[in-house]
């Protein structure tokens, strides 16, 4: 027993052109492809980025760029790293107090 035209509901299909499919199929890809070469052939402007500081964190990189043009005395800095390590470095508690204190005298009263 032979099986005819089963779920066509009586219509009849025209049989397909596989060459007219296959063109269509061509055309389309070739389609494809110029859609993808055109983005890739379109310049998009660069991004600016930017980036705004705190008023603080401007004085504070004005205080490093000062502290890296500061002389130093590189003779005096390599006796005191000999003498901390070799725990001979001795501070005077009294003269550091009164170091302490006249720093921040002077930081507090020049803001008033």
Same mark, same amino acid.
């Given at each position: ?5 089963? %779920? @066509? @509901?009586?219509? @009849? !299909? $025209?049989?397909?052109d %596989? ?7 061509? /055309? @389309? #890809? $070739?389609?494809? /492809? ?7 052939? $379109? ?6 980025? =930017?980036? =705004?500081?705190? #008023? ?5 990189? #004005?205080?490093?760029? !000062?502290?890296? *043009? ?10 005191l790293? !000999? ?15 009164? !170091?302490?204190? #006249?720093? *921040? $005298?002077?930081?507090? =009263?020049?803001?008033?």
């Open positions: 027993m032979a099986i005819n035209n089963v %779920n @066509n @509901n009586g219509v @009849n !299909k $025209t049989p397909l %596989n060459n007219k499919v296959g063109s269509q199929q061509n /055309q @389309n #890809q $070739t389609a494809v /492809q110029q859609q993808a070469a055109a983005k890739s052939q $379109t310049v998009t402007a660069p991004r600016q980025d =930017s980036v =705004s500081l705190t #008023q603080s964190a401007q004085q504070l990189s #004005q205080v490093q760029k !000062k502290s890296a *043009e500061a002389p130093v005395d590189q003779e005096k800095v390599d006796k790293k !000999k003498a901390v390590e070799s725990g001979s470095y001795r501070v005077d508690p009294e003269s550091l107090a009164r !170091k302490i204190a #006249q720093l *921040e $005298t002077q930081v507090f =009263s020049s803001k008033s």
